[in-house]
C-alpha cells in the first residue's frame, strides 16, 4: 500500500497544479490556452504514472488489475471535472477549429501548449521516479531507458485501431457535448477508460497525439514515424470521419452538407385566397 500511497500523493500534487493555473487564469482571460498546458500536463504526467502501476505494480507491489483500471477512471474523471472544456487533446481542439469554433490562432495556441505540457509531464515524470520513493518506483526508474512501447502491433494495424477508436469517441464525444457536465464527464471517462482497456493489447487507444507523445513516443522498437503514423494521423483520421458522419460535412472545408439534406424551417407566405378570405372577415366584423 505504500506505493498507492506515493502514486496518490503525485496525482494530488498534479490536481493542485491545475487547480493553481485554473484559479490564477481568471485574472487573465486571453491566455486561456494555458490551460491548455495544464491539462495536457496533468494527463501526461498521470497516465505514466498509471502505466507504472500497470506494468510493475502487480508483482512490485501487489497491486491488481482492477485497482489500475480504477486509478485510471478515477484520473480521467477528475480531469475532466477540473479542466472542463480544456481537453488536453489536440485532436478535439482541432475538431473545434474545424466546426469554426476556434479562430486559427488560438488553435495553434492551444496545440502547441498541449505539447508543451505533455514534454513537462515526462519530465516531472522522470524526476519523480529519480526519487526512488518506493520498490516499484525505483525499478521503474532502472527500466526507463528500456521502456515497452504501447504500440503492439504493426502500423497498419496500429492506425485502424486508433481511428477506429478515435471515430467511436468523437461520436459520442459530439453527442454529448450539449449535455450537461454532470452527466457528460462521467461517461466520457467511462469511455475513454473501457477503449484503453479494451485496446491495451493493441495501442492502447490514446486517441490524443499529445498524451502518446509523452507517454510512448521515447520508447523504443518503432520509429518516430510509425508513432506518428498511428497516434498523430490515426486519430485525426478518426475525427474527421466521425466529424462528417455526425455533422454531414466538415465546416472548415465544405460549406455544403454532403450527407445529409437539411429541411428548411421558414414558412413559406400565405396563399393569396387565405389573405383574402382572412380580409374580408375582419370588414364584417
Not at 486559427?104 to 496545440?111: H, P, R, Y
Not at 486508433?162 to 457535448?177: D, G, R, V
Request: proline share 4%; glycine share 6%; hydrophobic share 50%.
Amino acid at each position: 500500500m505504500s506505493g498507492l500511497n506515493a502514486s496518490l500523493g503525485y496525482f494530488v500534487a498534479a490536481v493542485i497544479f491545475v487547480v493553481t493555473v485554473k484559479i490564477l487564469l481568471k485574472k487573465w482571460p486571453r491566455f486561456s490556452f494555458i490551460l491548455e498546458f495544464a491539462s495536457s500536463f496533468m494527463l501526461v504526467a498521470c497516465w505514466l504514472e498509471v502505466q507504472t502501476i500497470v506494468e510493475i505494480g502487480q508483482w512490485a507491489g501487489g497491486l491488481g488489475p482492477d485497482v489500475t483500471v480504477t486509478i485510471l477512471f478515477v484520473m480521467m474523471l477528475t480531469h475532466g471535472v477540473i479542466c472542463g472544456t480544456a481537453s488536453g487533446n489536440p485532436s478535439l481542439t482541432l475538431m473545434k477549429f474545424l466546426q469554426l469554433e476556434a479562430p486559427i490562432l488560438s488553435t495553434v495556441l492551444a496545440v502547441a501548449a498541449q505539447f508543451a505540457g505533455a514534454h513537462l509531464g515526462l519530465i516531472v515524470a522522470q524526476y519523480y521516479w529519480s526519487l526512488e520513493l518506493t520498490d516499484m518506483h525505483m525499478i521503474k526508474n532502472l527500466m526507463y531507458g528500456q521502456c515497452s512501447t504501447s504500440l503492439m502491433v504493426s502500423m497498419p494495424q496500429g492506425f485502424f485501431t486508433e481511428s477506429t477508436c478515435a471515430l467511436i469517441f468523437c461520436l459520442i464525444y459530439l453527442k454529448l457535448s450539449r449535455r450537461s457536465a454532470f452527466i457528460r464527464v462521467p461517461l466520457i471517462a467511462l469511455l475513454l477508460t473501457f477503449l484503453s482497456y479494451t485496446a491495451r493489447q493493441y495501442t492502447s487507444a490514446f486517441m490524443n497525439p499529445s498524451l502518446a507523445y509523452g507517454l510512448t513516443f521515447h520508447c523504443p522498437g518503432n520509429t518516430f514515424t510509425q508513432y506518428a503514423v498511428v497516434y498523430w494521423l490515426g486519430p485525426l483520421t478518426g475525427m474527421m470521419v466521425a466529424l462528417l458522419l455526425y455533422v454531414g460535412h466538415i465546416p472548415r472545408i465544405f460549406a455544403k452538407n454532403l450527407l445529409y439534406s437539411q429541411k428548411t424551417r421558414f414558412k413559406g407566405p400565405k396563399r393569396p385566397e387565405t389573405q383574402t378570405t382572412a380580409h374580408k372577415y375582419h370588414n364584417i366584423v
